[in-house]
């Protein structure tokens, strides 16, 4: 697996083949993901995702996730302005070191949320936001409460070890700063509004860590989005609805 040296930072980055005449696809990955995550249940989620739509892809690793280059030791290591931080400063230049002018985005939990404010600042292809967080609700709180609660006793430690070298600072990193009285008021609504880039929204009906509030709100910024509301689906619309996910991608990009 490659890395790239991004603003000081060993990153993991994936690279898949196709076509150069179309916008590559980048994709981001949720708090706890990596690139190795977007490969469960069997099924190489980007690849196939690339495959249906002829595109090149990118996935990477944020630091201290994955194969990445881990935080330093300790805990607190984001503020609360992370995914500004992501969207402003690390993913500008991973994608110029790239090459890459005008991707297409397509981003899951915290990487939707960086998707959408790289979009309210620079020019993209198509931005894709799977199960987005705009503002923060009591009902993500509480299911990060009991991600907490799972990763000390629950066996999400063991599981997520899988997939970080350091699971430890991955986890809490995420955990601490989501469940930090400064996040509570974390609102991008205002960003969304800058946001003129073809947008296509996705989320399960049975959410745990947000309601169809988070889509409205996106919709009443930007109401040329698209949207993709899947019945018997979760926080993660690639994993629970894989194949729905794709055509709703493929059929979004066609006209790209």
Not at 128 to 133: E, G, Q, R, V
Request: glycine share 8%; net charge negative; hydrophobic share 45%.
């Amino acid at each position: 697996m490659p890395f790239l040296n991004i603003n000081g930072q060993q990153l993991e980055v994936r690279r898949i083949e196709g076509s150069a005449a179309l916008a590559p696809l980048v994709f981001l990955h949720e708090g706890l993901g990596s690139v190795s995550l977007w490969t469960q249940r069997g099924l190489d989620w980007p690849l196939a995702v690339c495959q249906a739509t002829g595109r090149a892809g990118v996935v990477y690793s944020r630091r201290g996730y994955g194969q990445s280059e881990a935080a330093p030791p300790g805990r607190h290591h984001l503020g609360a302005d992370y995914l500004h931080s992501e969207a402003w400063d690390v993913l500008p230049a991973l994608l110029a070191q790239l090459g890459i002018e005008h991707p297409v985005l397509l981003g899951h939990s915290d990487g939707a949320t960086i998707a959408l404010l790289y979009a309210s600042r620079h020019p993209l292809a198509a931005c894709i936001a799977m199960a987005p967080h705009v503002l923060v609700e009591p009902v993500a709180r509480a299911a990060i409460t009991a991600a907490k609660a799972a990763f000390e006793t629950g066996g999400l430690r063991e599981r997520l070890a899988k997939h970080h070298d350091d699971v430890d600072g991955a986890f809490w990193q995420w955990n601490d700063v989501w469940l930090s009285k400064a996040f509570a008021s974390f609102d991008i609504r205002l960003d969304c509004q800058r946001i003129t880039t073809p947008l296509l929204l996705v989320q399960g009906l049975n959410d745990e860590y947000g309601t169809m509030l988070q889509l409205d709100e996106i919709a009443l910024a930007a109401p040329h989005a698209q949207q993709l509301r899947l019945a018997d689906c979760g926080h993660s619309p690639h994993r629970d609805q894989p194949q729905r996910c794709i055509k709703g991608v493929t059929d979004f990009l066609k006209y790209d």
